[in-house]
């Protein structure tokens, strides 16, 4: 029986949960700057400037494989080896340095080869399904990369071994905060890291995520609440990518005419509780909060929630009153993030 097939025939265990941090702790090492906006209709295309050459890793260990790599890739060959292997003597260069300076490679070319060494989930030549948006994947030396990195270390912190519902909703006072980019960022962010990440689109009023990944929109979490999936179908959730071998997806589906009474049934909980089980981390992009309802069904399965909130965009007043709705539902606000453009 697979994982769906499990959640869907669980049903909801009544439990306590925590207690909210009353004070929003702002993550500290987070360049503001770095994230983008979370757009309607189309994904941002704007990204980082080029990013710069990796030469931190032991030469040693680099000569010994880098080369075997970048052949396989078909971006040397071997007399090409054998002229960056004698550069780089003669010059006590590291082999990519050496490569670039015979102008075989490009700084893009040597990147994508340490990551593919290092075991590094990396993407040299997109496919044109991935959106841009996913500046991990895409650029991840970039400063946009480096700042959902550093959020990531700040959840590591909260998520330890002595908080084992790793389940976290990513939530914003209104629309078009950056709420959908952070939760795809940040799941890709943990797969990179050997951790195995679920992202669930819960957003059932203008869902992203399939936008972000390239996935349709015939089946998804609507159609798990709902029971309206069949069971030879269930296999086919969540989506999972060849370029991300620790993320799986699960859409939000077609949009229903219901999607807060979808959402606070018991089945939503049976269902994160369920799929939970078999991830280290699940990311949920809840809905914004200008929907009531919906944020706080989910935030309340989720029981933690990560707080986006948009310069000159987010009110003090809306804020305010999302964070009443926490503390009333008994949902602890691991932290925020100012998204600054």
């Known amino acids: 029986m697979s994982t769906i097939e499990k959640a869907l025939k669980k049903r909801n265990n009544d439990g306590t949960s925590e207690s909210l941090h009353e004070n929003v ?13 979370e757009q309607d209709d189309e994904a941002n295309t704007e990204i980082a400037s080029e990013e710069p050459y990796i030469d931190f890793f032991e030469e040693e260990a680099i000569c010994e494989n880098i080369g075997q790599i970048l052949l396989e890739q078909g971006k040397l060959r071997e007399k090409d080896i054998e002229k960056v ?22 700084a893009e070319d040597i990147n994508s080869a340490l990551s593919k060494q290092f075991g590094y989930d990396y993407i040299s030549e997109p496919p044109t399904y991935v959106s841009k948006e996913i500046v991990v994947a895409h650029k991840p030396f970039s400063k946009q990369a480096e700042a959902i990195r550093g959020i990531r270390s700040q959840l590591l912190t909260h998520f330890s071994a002595e908080h084992p519902r790793h389940v976290l909703a990513i939530v914003s006072p209104n629309s078009n905060e950056g709420r959908s980019y952070v939760a795809a960022n940040l799941a890709v962010a943990f797969s ?25 929109r015939k089946l998804g979490l609507s159609s798990m609440l709902a029971g309206r999936i069949e069971a030879d179908k269930l296999s086919d959730l969540p989506n999972s990518f060849s370029h991300f071998p620790n993320l799986a997806v699960l859409g939000a589906g077609p949009v229903p005419p219901n999607p807060s009474e979808l959402l606070a049934n018991a089945r939503m909980r049976a269902i994160v509780d369920e799929i939970s089980r078999h991830f280290d981390m699940v990311i949920l992009d809840s809905p914004a909060g200008q929907f009531r309802s919906d944020a706080q069904s989910v935030c ?11 310069r000159d965009k987010t009110g003090i007043n809306d804020t305010k009153e999302l964070l009443n709705i926490f503390s009333r539902s008994n949902v602890t606000v691991v932290g925020a993030i100012l998204n600054e453009f």
């Open 25 to 37: 702790s702002y993550m500290p090492g987070v360049d503001p700057d770095s994230l983008s906006d």
């Open 85 to 106: 292997l004698k550069l780089q003597e003669r010059k006590d260069l590291f082999f990519g340095d050496a490569a670039i300076k015979l102008k075989l490679l490009s």
């Open 192 to 216: 990179q890291m050997g951790k195995k990440t679920l992202l669930i689109d819960a957003d059932l009023r203008r869902p992203r995520q399939h936008t972000l990944f390239g996935f349709g």
């Open 300 to 310: 309340s399965v989720a029981e933690s929630a990560l707080l986006v909130t948009r």
